[in-house]
T-cell receptor, first 115, second 112 residues
């Protein structure tokens, strides 16, 4: 049963620490999205990759956030240094890259709490 | 502001009743999709409607799309307690990036 895997599921850290979130997209999928979900802002698009190349990271605070795809099976989202306002659920989603009718498959998310 | 905006923000109904929620968007789209999110879980795709379609059905789901009004509606018929979840519309922009953008969601509670 193919699924998007995110680790860790929960992360509690102190302000100023580095946080790394990982995502394993569904095998064969070539688009990867990172979203952040909060009660106030809803789902915010942070970054978007196609064939491992970053296409859009305009929604991501560049001074502290970075997103990469070291290979086709791994996407990472890093926050350094973390701040309390980064507390949220971070979702990774992948898609088969089938063009306009593509639908996304979401992981279960990483719930991040920055104290 | 977000591309898609759902209305209402929250909906509480009894089992067996129908649930209707609406989504409005701002720019031209290739298609509009609806997703469901159970508490503490990721989003799950429900149904896709293309920009040249007006209505689509899938089981107890009925989706309409009015591109002239830039709006869509999702109807869940004969609701069940298991339909309790948040429902999001998502639009994909027609520019070269093809970004998926999600609305704020409608929280639906179905009581037995």
């Amino acid at each position: 049963d193919a699924r998007v895997t995110q680790t860790p599921r929960h992360k509690v850290t102190e302000m100023g620490q580095e946080v790394t979130m990982r995502c394993q997209p569904i095998l064969g999928h070539n688009t990867v999205f990172w979203y952040r979900q909060t009660m106030m802002q809803g789902l915010e698009l942070l970054a978007y990759f196609r064939n491992r190349a970053p296409l859009d990271d305009s929604g991501m605070p560049k001074d502290r956030f970075s997103a990469e795809m070291p290979d086709a099976t791994l996407a990472t989202l890093k926050i350094q240094p973390s701040e309390p306002r980064d507390s949220a659920v971070y979702f990774c989603a992948s898609g088969p890259g089938t063009g306009g009718d593509e639908k996304l498959f979401f992981g279960s998310g990483t719930q991040l709490s920055v104290l | 502001s977000q591309q898609g905006e759902e209305d209402p923000q929250a909906l509480s109904i009894q089992e067996g009743e129908n649930a209707t929620m609406n989504c409005s968007y701002k720019t031209s789209i290739n298609n509009l999709q609806w997703y469901r999110q159970n508490s503490g879980r990721g989003l799950v795709h429900l149904i896709l409607i293309r920009s040249n379609e007006r209505e689509k059905h899938s089981g107890r789901l009925r989706v309409t799309l009015d591109t002239s009004k830039k709006s869509s509606s999702l109807l869940i018929t004969a609701s069940r307690a298991a339909d309790t979840a948040s429902y999001f519309c998502a639009t994909r922009t027609t520019d070269s990036w093809g970004k998926f953008q999600f609305g704020a969601g409608t929280q639906v509670v179905v009581t037995p």
